[in-house]
């Protein structure tokens, strides 16, 4: 055979990578698409930070708190859709993730925690900064891995990220061994992810699709009960479809706000707690409720025996877990939102051909109660600014594409009254696990995945100094969000509870930011101190320059100090422990509501 005849090199396969465990994180995150990662070093993860350091691919977001990472992650997740990365060391670094990564859990955002422990034969032997995190966080994770072998990173990893997206989305931990990272081995990525044990259904039987729309076909006074699944799931344009099919009235959850838009007069607004009172008494009034991607949580239900006491159910989720833990469902439906409801459009249909279906009664009733129970608030009579308008003129002024991520308290809750959302991954907000110190540095994970639009977080002056320090970062790192702190000089909402229920005795609430003489700390000399625009508003006149001002501000950050007044409560609400009948639409006043 001459020299010159090519060698064949059909059935040859390239001999694979021998890369460091290290090499093998950098280079399976590349593969899965990742384009930022938040995260503190620590010794214990020292050899991927070096390997890193030399990324081209990857933007290493240096956060001051492990804790900023997580919740940075967590923006990050739900204002793209993605998945959030966030890494930490050993020890204290682990365990600084484990408040965000139960805040993930509780509101099934798709987040990767990295977490490096010690050299793997001292496991075991309360080595330094040793903490065992793959069993800490195992209640509060979809799965949790410990790596202790070099060869063992890509598929490690490969699942994590299958795991934390799919499904009902939550947070995978992975903990590999420093050894892990430091030893070598043949880099193979999984041609696919196969797990035996992890199955997710997503497309619904077609039996109970069926029945859900005969009774869909047949109520007089639906309710669609639309929760945060429906976001996660992608799902938003089927929703407003099927509801515009049917002509029911849409309610959206604390974490829904935002899937269905403000804008369209099916939407009645938010149940619950502290939802409005057409949302609250639609659910109490309704004969069918079909909640879609919700979890019937006590902060919806109130006292559940006294929920929807004359409503059918049909209930849908993707995690089985769901179905029937707080509310038996007549029609029970495990599966994905996004096909669920595509399925449920073209049954209902079916089961409506040539028939007649008129809820125009059901809205008779419904128009009565916008009409007389309009959301709304007292101006206060301290003189000081009224928090509900603030939030109000954010919203109004910078418009439906920004993203807004809030704190928890009160200005939470009017964040998620007050700002008109229209469209999905808008509203950020910390639901099920309550996180205060949630709100700054999810807005500055946002803002990373989002870069082109208008980033507000919505604060408290209480959540403000649980996570201020991330101002560093997006200092550092030209992440110009725009923080809004509705400074009361108080924890809020644990003050509200302490007027209503405990007889005005406000133990240990006041904090003594923004009212009479004590300003500790002044907000507007720390945020100049972290190189970010610092403004304090006191009057009604100044709300809306500071406001624009800031939308013009992208150099830096912005932090506006607006201080409210400290008696304004956040109105209406269910008192915890009853049922929602017992909606106050202000002090001393239940709305009344129609009873079968």
């Not at 940075?72 to 682990?94: D, F, L, Q």
Request: proline share 7%; glycine share 10%.
């Amino acid at each position: 055979m001459s020299t010159d005849t090519p060698v064949p090199t059909a059935g040859k396969t390239k001999a694979p990578e021998i890369l460091t465990g290290s090499g093998a994180i950098l280079k399976s995150l590349e593969m899965l698409g990742v384009k930022d990662v938040f995260g503190l070093p620590g010794g214990a993860i020292i050899p991927f930070y070096d390997e890193l350091m030399s990324s081209t691919a990857i933007r290493h977001i240096l956060v001051r708190h492990e804790q900023g990472a997580g919740h940075a992650a967590e923006g990050y997740a739900a204002a793209s859709g993605g998945v959030g990365v966030a890494i930490a060391t050993s020890g204290p670094g682990a365990t600084n993730l484990v408040t965000a990564i139960a805040d993930a859990y509780m509101d099934s955002v798709p987040l990767l925690a990295i977490t490096g422990p010690e050299f793997s034969p001292l496991m075991g032997t309360e080595a330094f900064q040793e903490v065992d995190i793959v069993g800490i966080t195992m209640p509060i994770t979809k799965h949790s891995f410990l790596v202790t072998r070099a060869e063992d990173v890509p598929a490690t990893l490969a699942a994590a990220y299958h795991i934390a997206s799919t499904g009902r989305p939550g947070p995978v931990l992975v903990d590999i061994t420093k050894d892990a990272q430091q030893n070598t081995a043949a880099f193979v990525w999984p041609p696919k992810v196969d797990l035996p044990g992890y199955r997710p259904v997503t497309k619904a039987h077609g039996k109970q699709i069926q029945a859900a729309a005969q009774l869909l076909a047949e109520a007089k006074r639906p309710v669609f009960y639309v929760g945060g699944g429906v976001g996660r799931a992608k799902a938003s344009a089927e929703m407003l479809e099927l509801a515009e099919k049917v002509g029911a009235p849409v309610v959206t959850t604390l974490m829904a706000r935002g899937v269905f838009p403000d804008s369209n007069p099916l939407n009645l607004g938010m149940p619950g707690m502290h939802g409005t009172v057409p949302a609250v008494l639609s659910i109490q009034e309704s004969d069918l409720l079909i909640a879609i991607g919700a979890r019937f949580d006590d902060r919806v239900t109130g006292k559940p025996s006294e929920f929807a006491p004359n409503a059918k159910v049909v209930h849908v989720d993707i995690d089985p877990a769901e179905i029937s833990k707080i509310r038996v469902a007549d029609v029970p439906i495990v599966g994905d939102a996004k096909d669920v409801i595509a399925d449920l459009s073209l049954a209902f249909t079916e089961a409506t051909k040539g028939k007649e279906h008129d809820l125009s009664e059901w809205w008779v009733r419904l128009d009565q109660l916008k009409e007389r129970f309009p959301l709304g608030y007292d101006e206060p009579d301290d003189g000081l600014l009224s928090p509900q308008y603030v939030i109000q003129r954010i919203g109004e002024i910078t418009g439906p594409e920004a993203v807004y991520a809030a704190g928890v308290g009160q200005h939470q809750m009017w964040a998620a009254q007050f700002i008109k959302y229209e469209r999905p991954n808008s509203w950020l907000n910390s639901g099920g696990a309550g996180t205060m110190g949630y709100g700054v540095p999810a807005a500055m994970g946002a803002k990373v995945a989002e870069p082109d639009r208008t980033v507000w977080a919505i604060d408290g002056d209480g959540c403000f100094q649980m996570t201020n320090q991330e101002l560093a970062t997006c200092t550092i790192n030209n992440i110009p969000i725009k923080v809004a702190i509705i400074n009361n000089s108080s924890l809020g909402m644990v003050r509200q509870w302490q007027s209503l229920f405990y007889d005005g005795r406000h133990s240990f609430t006041d904090l003594n930011t923004g009212h009479g003489t004590a300003m500790v700390p002044d907000f507007v000399k720390m945020a100049d101190a972290y190189g970010a625009l610092g403004i304090r508003v006191t009057t009604k006149e100044e709300v809306d320059a500071a406001i624009k001002l800031a939308n013009e501000t992208n150099d830096r950050p912005v932090v506006i100090d607006f201080i409210v007044s400290r008696d304004s409560l956040v109105w209406p609400m269910v008192p915890q422990g009853v049922g929602n009948s017992n909606v106050q639409y202000a002090k001393d006043h239940a709305p009344e509501w129609e009873e079968e």
